[in-house]
């Protein structure tokens, strides 16, 4: 909702006016921003969809386009037939990026969807050198998404803004917060199962992994086998999110929709968790659709821990009692057309 008004105000940052290449995200809500960088006759950069087929396209209008056919070069389906692909190695100078969000800080701290492609897509942009320290970023949201955001959610690898728009406000956040400077791979948000779905980021990890950068994932660290950064970004959205819709049976309005350890959440160690596998999750699925399912049956884990990704998510209560409930009430529950897989997760049923 505002976001075509949102997008227009775009055009009034000088960092826009300035700017020669710009990367948008490819969301539908960003449409507007494509269109914007298209009509104002600049080079337009949008990611490829979960960097599955690369890692950039190049927008290129025929000659002579009529706005008619920018509007079209702006959508999902005109970059897919007016587009030339960018990889590691292509020539790229961006000068603004624009991502979209789901909360944003007047600070500048940014919460994205909890996968970190944002995030990734510029670590990768520093790597070849396609992005410069003051190079400026922007996110256009609704403005019921700017909240207050603790400090402490962020990580090293977080990408922060330094514009807002909104269908009512432009905000200079004056971010001081450094920006990634290449992928963190330890603490990156994707496993080595998911590493080759993308061989992009495959091929950028053994380029690194040659020049002598250590590149062990998360789950192939010993040290830090047991964290995963999946979940802490589902707890951050949640934790950001202060005006939740009430639903039946939920906690009142207001309240943190996940239980927490009140004393000290992250201090629970990894034997006093049971996880619960749900398995068979329609792609269109919304984690937030999950968690009002569970919020009904009265079955909310202590963690969340979804990848949507591979069609499945974990979810983490403190004591076995409370997961055998989750999976008897989640038995036979249909989301999105799909009949869920509900089971204890692997490594609980050998415990048992």
């Known amino acids: 909702q505002g976001s075509l008004q949102a997008c227009c105000s775009l055009r009034e940052l000088d960092a826009f006016r300035r700017a020669r290449e710009v990367k948008v995200d490819p969301d539908k809500p960003l449409e507007g921003a494509r269109l914007a960088a298209l009509q104002a006759r600049k080079t337009l950069l949008v990611p490829t969809p ?4 690369g890692l ?8 002579g386009a009529t706005k008619e056919i920018l509007r079209r070069c702006a959508t999902s389906q005109g970059v897919k037939e007016h587009s030339v692909p960018v990889g590691l190695d292509g020539k790229a100078h961006v000068d603004l990026v624009v991502v979209g969000s789901v909360a944003v800080s007047e600070k500048g701290w940014r919460i994205g969807k909890g996968e970190g492609y944002a995030d990734m897509e510029y670590a990768m942009m520093v790597s070849m050198g396609a992005v410069q320290e003051d190079t400026p970023v922007v996110t256009i949201v609704h403005d019921c998404q700017v909240l207050d955001i603790a400090e402490e959610l962020l990580d090293d690898h977080d990408l922060t803004v330094d514009y807002i728009l909104t269908p009512t406000r432009t905000i200079q956040t004056n971010c001081k917060r450094p920006k990634p ?3 963190m791979w330890h603490k990156a948000k994707f496993s080595s199962e998911m590493l080759g779905k993308i061989p992009i980021l495959k091929t950028l990890r053994s380029r690194e992994k040659q020049a002598g950068k250590d590149v062990t994932l998360q789950d192939e660290h ?3 086998a047991n964290t995963n950064i999946a979940a802490l970004s589902n707890e951050k959205v949640m934790a950001a999110n202060t005006q939740p819709r009430a639903v039946p049976h939920s906690a009142p309005v207001g309240q943190p929709h996940v239980e927490r350890d009140p004393v000290n959440p992250r201090a629970e160690g990894s034997d006093t968790v049971t996880a619960v596998y749900v398995g068979n999750l329609p792609a269109s699925l919304r984690v937030s659709e999950l968690k009002s399912a569970l919020r009904e049956l009265r079955v909310v884990p202590a963690r969340l821990n979804w990848q949507g990704a591979q069609h499945r998510a974990f979810l983490e209560y403190r004591d076995r009692g409370a997961a055998g409930r989750a999976v008897s009430s989640l038995q036979g529950l249909s989301l999105g057309g799909n009949a869920l897989r509900v089971e204890l997760a692997k ?6």
């Open 222 to 224: 010993p040290a830090l």
């Open 347 to 352: 490594s609980q049923r050998s415990k048992g």
């Open 56 to 63: 950039f396209n190049r927008i290129v209008p025929p000659p």
């Open 50 to 53: 979960r960097l599955r087929t």
């Open 181 to 183: 400077q290449g992928i």
